[in-house]
């Protein structure tokens, strides 16, 4: 038995803001949330990349301290865009913790934070007292599940726990494998998301890698550069982003508001390199999500490319996207805005989509002033748009060659 | 050491670790203030710094059946009082 699933509620903890109007403000003013790397006092000093996607405004908690003991900053961010989403959601109480209501939440490694304070007890650690800093609570704060547990706890959910870790696919596999837990009745409604702290290990990584942009250092807002033939690389970035999935006969039933419905979902991963982007993986993977929702490639209004603006990803995305969807649907690529949310970003962009469906705009890719040719043979969107849009693709990459593909469609 | 001391000091202890002001003496902690095995690893901490002695892990295990703020007076008042630094019960 497969059933209809839908979205009844979204938030979103963003560079570019916090919440809906702060969020649709930023996408229809061009507001970029890309700032100055901060220094750390650990690595940072050695990054070529001194841009970081940044939440650079203040967030107040009310978490009582039964919860926050066990919480570093990524699940401050997991747990705030959770509550938002049940509070918009209303669901009963009584379904919330009535074992229908799951999650799919995750992070990319939970909290480096909490990490880095464990690694320098290891390297510095003169006597038993430094070993004894290591918190009865570390690992419930840095383990790779601790956004969903502790979303579970905070709010006694008690249905079951998916936890997906594949880097920058992690949001949009946790709303994939959420719809096909509503889909096919193993839970009737699933909470979905994915965050990341602020964290200069992984700008390390990818500036070791050559990944990062560095051209734009002293001009923050002007990268990333998706698709732009001045693109230099990536910007990592922090975030989160939270959707309620219910089945659609029961949110109907109960009067909720539905934001869109999530009409089909693949995943699949290119069997090879773990860093490289696959042209054949990331086709299939487009195709797979098309087949799954039932629907052809022209009824796509508008797709959300994953483009991180590093030279070969954006060409390959271009490519695929290219060749599955045509030349007719309007491509835009969110991290413009906001750099790479790695963990949220599937979620966050999920998020943008459902905006833009429910204002009828389509947001153009940020500092795209000159489209690269090789990157030419999609619809790309330079100044905001008024469009409807019925049905979007959102589409993300990640390393370790896992790809995904979600569609979903705004109720008519 | 007095037992007067020691009750100060984890009554500090719990306004300060665990956000719990003036717990009552002889309540269920877990049910009470929602102190969990969590907490009382970060007490047992608290304790050895208060005595400026480490506790052998048999000491800790005794800690497990630990329900009351009374309870935890009294571990507190036998570890000191084997240790040599809390005055003999009248």
């Known amino acids: 038995m497969e059933r209809r699933v839908v979205i009844t509620a979204c938030s979103a903890i963003s560079p570019i803001g916090y919440g809906r109007k702060a969020i649709v403000e930023s996408l229809l003013n061009g507001v970029s949330g890309v700032a100055t790397l901060r220094e750390d006092e650990l690595i940072s000093r050695f990054i070529h990349?001194?841009?970081?996607?940044?939440?650079?405004?203040?967030?107040?908690?009310?978490?009582?301290?039964?919860?926050?003991?066990?919480?570093?900053?990524?699940?401050?961010?997991?747990c705030q865009v959770?509550?938002?989403?049940?509070?918009?959601?209303?669901?009963?109480?009584?379904?919330?913790?009535?074992?229908?209501?799951?999650?799919?939440?995750?992070?990319?490694?939970?909290?480096p934070t909490v990490q880095r304070d464990i690694y320098r007890v290891f390297f510095e650690a003169k006597d038993k007292a430094a070993y004894q800093t290591i918190g009865a609570v570390d690992y419930l704060k840095s383990m790779v599940h601790t956004t969903?547990?502790?979303?579970?706890?905070?709010?006694?959910?008690?249905?079951?726990?998916?936890?997906?870790?594949?880097?920058?696919?992690?949001?949009?596999?946790?709303?994939?494998?959420?719809?096909?837990?509503?889909?096919?009745?193993?839970?009737?409604?699933?909470?979905?998301?994915g965050a990341d702290e602020y964290d200069t290990i992984t700008v390390a990584v990818f500036d070791n890698l050559l990944a990062c942009s560095t051209s734009f250092n002293d001009r923050p807002s002007q990268t990333p550069?998706?698709?732009?033939?001045?693109?230099?690389?990536?910007?990592?970035?922090?975030?989160?982003?939270?959707?309620?999935?219910?089945?659609?006969?029961?949110?109907k039933k109960r009067g909720a508001?539905?934001?869109?419905?999530?009409?089909?979902?693949?995943?699949?991963?290119?069997?090879?390199?773990?860093?490289?982007?696959?042209?054949?993986?990331?086709?299939?993977?487009?195709?797979?999500?098309?087949?799954?929702?039932?629907?052809?490639?022209?009824?796509?209004?508008?797709?959300?490319?994953?483009a991180t603006a590093t030279k070969m990803g954006d060409i390959i995305e271009a490519q695929a996207t290219g060749e599955v969807f045509g030349a007719e649907p309007y491509v835009v690529a969110l991290k413009s805005y906001m750099g790479h949310t790695m963990a949220a970003c599937g979620a966050i962009e999920t998020i943008?989509?459902?905006?833009?469906?429910?204002?009828?705009?389509?947001?153009?890719?940020?500092?795209?002033?000159?489209?690269?040719?090789?990157?030419?043979?999609?619809?790309?969107?330079?100044?905001?748009?008024?469009?409807?849009v019925r049905t979007a693709a959102i589409q993300n990459f990640a390393f370790g060659g896992v790809n995904t593909s979600l569609l979903i469609r705004k109720l008519t | 050491m007095t037992r007067q001391e020691i009750e100060a000091e984890v009554r500090r202890i719990f306004l300060s670790e665990f956000e719990v002001e003036n717990p009552e003496p002889d309540v269920?902690?877990?049910?009470?203030?929602?102190?969990?095995?969590?907490?009382?690893?970060?007490?047992?901490?608290?304790?050895?710094?208060?005595?400026?002695?480490?506790?052998?892990?048999?000491?800790?295990?005794?800690?497990?059946?630990?329900?009351?703020?009374?309870?935890?007076?009294?571990?507190?008042?036998?570890?000191?009082?084997?240790?040599?630094?809390?005055?003999?019960?009248?």
Not at chain 1, 82 to 108: C, H, M, N, W, Y
Not at chain 1, 160 to 188: H, M, N
Not at chain 1, 286 to 294: C, F, M, S
């Open chain 1, 148 to 193: 969903a547990v502790n979303i579970s706890k905070m709010f006694g959910i008690t249905g079951r726990i998916i936890s997906s870790g594949t880097a920058c696919t992690t949001a949009s596999q946790s709303i994939g494998f959420g719809y096909e837990a509503v889909k096919y009745g193993l839970q009737d409604a699933m909470l979905c998301g």
């Open chain 1, 225 to 251: 550069r998706p698709f732009d033939r001045a693109r230099d690389g990536l910007v990592v970035a922090e975030g989160a982003g939270a959707v309620m999935l219910e089945e659609y006969e029961f949110a």
């Open chain 1, 257 to 306: 508001t539905i934001l869109a419905e999530v009409i089909g979902f693949a995943c699949n991963s290119n069997g090879g390199d773990l860093i490289l982007p696959n042209l054949e993986g990331i086709t299939q993977t487009l195709k797979l999500g098309l087949e799954n929702a039932k629907i052809s490639a022209d009824e796509v209004d508008l797709v959300s490319a994953h």
């Open chain 1, 49 to 78: 990349s001194r841009v970081y996607g940044t939440v650079g405004y203040p967030m107040t908690y009310d978490f009582s301290r039964q919860h926050r003991k066990t919480m570093g900053p990524v699940a401050y961010y997991a």
């Open chain 1, 352 to 388: 943008l989509m459902i905006y833009m469906m429910q204002e009828g705009f389509v947001a153009p890719t940020l500092n795209l002033e000159e489209v690269d040719e090789r990157c030419a043979m999609i619809k790309h969107v330079q100044q905001v748009i008024e469009h409807p």
């Open chain 1, 82 to 111: 959770a509550k938002d989403a049940l509070e918009q959601a209303g669901l009963p109480q009584e379904f919330v913790t009535g074992g229908r209501l799951g999650i799919a939440f995750g992070s990319i490694h939970g909290s």
């Open chain 2, 28 to 90: 269920n902690l877990r049910e009470a203030y929602g102190f969990d095995s969590i907490d009382a690893i970060e007490l047992l901490l608290g304790i050895e710094k208060f005595l400026g002695s480490e506790l052998t892990q048999e000491e800790k295990k005794q800690a497990i059946e630990i329900r009351t703020l009374t309870q935890i007076i009294d571990y507190i008042e036998e570890l000191a009082r084997k240790r040599g630094v809390v005055a003999e019960r009248p």
